[in-house]
């Protein structure tokens, strides 16, 4: 297996470099018993290797009465969450052959019938840059067993498939690493690859000593590449105008699948669809069509600041973009405005505020974490190639720190995303000025009912107004006009007033009695906590920390080159 012929490697994931399998099966007897059904431990192993279509098939056979889409929808979000929280969890001797291997400059390849978005988050997530080529179930027209995911992997790394080894753990893809000409290399896990035949080895377990690339290769690449090393950021990202270095693309190439890549000096983006060099966008402006080496067509326009907001690491749950649109709207974020924000979470609603306000304008966000707020700052840095002059992170108690940050009466707006926000009502009204708008962002009925009757109490707000929004696309082709299957429903409740000028007193508003009686113990049942929602744990917390500050920094350092260059040319 060290022979110098070797070209590259081909990983199966599921089961082979991750142990993802039993995330799967946790995903799949929830849904089928949802419905009624029964789903044993047997037929989860039937499953193992079997493309996505035919494994939402048979669910559906067990009860589940989705659509494919939907099904397969559901189990990656479902694995991806279990991802989120636990981690990348390798199988023995995986990492360090794959991190050997990389070290070594031997090209590797992710070959799954997973989808595209779970293939990449699973690279995302490995600390170094692991996969030269990413083939991935929504990629290819047949499925394992064909061989038709190895040969597009092998044809993108320019490869000849003969040179090449593909390591799997189930039958379905070893018969398609086999049928596809490359040496293939059986690491039973789950189910026995007995039978299987063909020109294939067996090794159980996997271990770095099965396929090792030479030590003189070894000597002179101790390290794997890392991806800030590799691929530093040229400049700071612009918003419009143009594609430049540094600028993020979003690429929809055939079938309407979507890339979003970094334009590098000599960068290439590769999919089994052929090679698309970076160098082809540099000049052109935002919503070009460009065409890569196999004559496909890919549209190229920048990423809107909410695809940026759903794919940013994640320190705490984020304020999603339905949301964020209500909150401009109904708290009336202006150019200029004075913003004070509690609960900065991951950074999205501070990206969404900055944006309003302008360069005039002033933000001042409180976080009680400091994990939290070092997330939330490295993605806005991210974002905006620096630091904003117009945002101020303080870690501390908005009730005790807000005082001694803003001077009475000074502020114009002031939005609450927490679990108490009625604690911090009084403090607020005495920051807001008159006419000023404090909006909450709240979870459930009990919260709401709870801070609707404390802003009430105080009579310093005029009547609140509560409201949630809901989004559900619709499918519009021709005649064929319907509302989409699947909607974004309840994420949270916005509730505002205004402040009422000193010693105003509002005209009494008549309502039927009800019952607004209640103690503590009942606004605790409601309480995110007592209703079951999983909360972050501090090593997946302190690990999105990194991957944000790690982004952060690139942008950083392609700032400051990006200046030094500019000097030496201006000189």
Known sequence: MTSPALAAVLWDMDGTLVDTEPYWMAAETPLV???????SHEQALGMVGLALEDSAGLLQNAGVP??????????????????ATVGVPFRPGAYELLADLRAAGVKTGLVTMSMRRMALTVADLIDFTAFDVVVAGDDVERPKPFPDPYLQAAAA???????TVAIEDSPNGLRSAIASGAVSLGVPHMVSLEGVGGRAAVAQPLRTHHLRPPRAARRAHPHPPRRDADHPMSETPHLSGPFRVGDRVQLTGPKGRMHTITLREAGELHTHNG?????LLVGQPDGSVVTNSSGHDYLAVRPLLRDFVMSMPRGAAIVYPKDAAQILAQADIFPGATVVEAGVGSGALSLWLLRAIGPAGRLLSFERREEFAEVARANVETF?????????????????????????????????????????IDAVADALTP??????YIATATQLSRVAEYIRATGLFTEPDASETMVRGWHVEGLAVRPDHRMVAHTGFLITARRLAPGAIPPEVKRRASKSSYGDEDVELWTPGAVGDREITDKNLRKRVREAQKSAEGVRQ??????????????
């Open 275 to 279: 090679v698309l060099k970076h160098e």
């Open 435 to 440: 006419g000023g708008v404090v909006l909450c």
């Open 157 to 163: 790394l320019g490869v000849d498939i003969a040179d």
């Open 66 to 83: 989705w659509s494919v889409d939907e099904i397969i929808a559901y189990l990656t979000d479902e694995v991806l969450r279990q991802l």
């Open 558 to 571: 392609s700032v400051a080159g990006a200046a030094s260059e500019d000097t030496g040319s201006t000189a």
């Open 33 to 39: 018993e949802r419905f009624g059904g029964t789903w």
């Open 384 to 424: 905006h190639g620096e630091a904003p002059a117009t945002w101020e992170v303080v870690v501390g108690d908005l009730v005790q720190s807000l005082p001694d940050a803003v001077e009475p009466a000074s502020v114009d707006r002031v939005v609450l995303d927490m679990l108490a926000p009625w604690e911090c």
